[in-house]
């Protein structure tokens, strides 16, 4: 467990989008959110491999999330990135398209990284040019190898590396608090979108403990 904290520190919060999307209703709903609460960027994470249900999406965030100067990126398809509008790219693999996505974006778009649990893929992924590295999932689930991004590689990061970082993957509002002085950025997604409440109430229940609510 992590020691505990003096005081909560100012990480900010990073929206994913679900994989499918009702795009009329959830434009609404990601509207509400970024009218009622400091977030940093989006992400825009579709599953589907639809070039043209990708291009609708990315339109009608980016009108939403640009009217309020919020950052929107895509995962993974950085060549989208320049014919869509959209401020950057977020890649899930780690460190091996850093360099090509920076190559093809130039130096003012967003390139970000997963690199799972391993800090070595998060330092190589500094050293050829992302903006912030992600790790997680911070709590146990089927998906994956298993392996869990720990709290001291977030404790090691803010202390030796001055390249933001960010939480994602099975955060919950204590889990938020407890990296709050060590994380940049906490990425929720299931998190709030599958939540009984509805994602308002679920993304307030976060605030709670990190001040992101607009005044």
Same mark, same amino acid.
């Given at each position: 467990m992590p020691p505990e904290a003096e005081a909560p520190a100012a990480?900010?919060?990073? #929206?994913?989008?679900?994989?499918?999307?009702?795009?009329?209703g959830f434009a609404g709903t990601l509207a509400r959110l970024l009218d009622r609460f400091e977030i940093a960027? /989006?992400?825009?994470?579709?599953?589907?491999?639809?070039?043209?249900? /990708? !291009?609708?999406?990315?339109?009608?965030?980016?009108?939403?999330?640009?009217?309020r100067d919020v950052p929107l990126v895509i995962a993974d398809?950085?060549?989208l990135v320049g014919p +869509?509008? +959209?401020?950057?790219?977020?890649?899930?693999?780690?460190?091996?398209?850093?360099?090509?996505?920076?190559?093809? #974006?130039?130096?003012?778009?967003?390139?970000?990284?997963?690199?799972?649990?391993s800090r070595h893929d998060g330092m190589t992924a500094g050293e050829l040019g992302a903006d912030y590295v992600s790790f997680g999932p911070m709590t146990q689930s089927?998906?994956?190898?298993?392996?869990?991004?720990?709290?001291? #590689?977030f404790q090691w990061w803010s202390e030796l590396i001055e390249l933001p970082v /960010?939480?994602?993957? !099975?955060?919950?509002?204590? +889990?938020?608090?407890?990296?709050?002085g060590v994380a940049d950025f906490l990425a929720l997604g299931e998190?709030?979108?599958?939540?009984?409440?509805?994602?308002?109430?679920?993304?307030?229940?976060?605030v709670e403990t990190l001040g992101a609510e607009r005044t």
């Open positions: 990480a900010r919060l990073y #929206l994913i989008t679900p994989p499918a999307l009702a795009l009329g960027c /989006v992400r825009l994470a579709l599953a589907t491999r639809s070039e043209e249900e /990708v !291009g609708r999406a990315a339109d009608a965030l980016r009108e939403v999330c640009h009217a398809h950085f060549r +869509l509008g +959209l401020d950057g790219v977020h890649l899930s693999d780690g460190a091996r398209q850093v360099r090509a996505a920076r190559a093809a #974006l130039g130096t003012e778009a967003i390139v970000g990284t997963y690199a799972h649990a089927s998906l994956g190898d298993g392996a869990l991004a720990p709290f001291e #590689l /960010v939480a994602e993957g !099975g955060l919950t509002p204590q +889990l938020a608090a407890d990296l709050a998190e709030i979108w599958t939540h009984a409440d509805g994602p308002e109430a679920a993304l307030s229940a976060f």
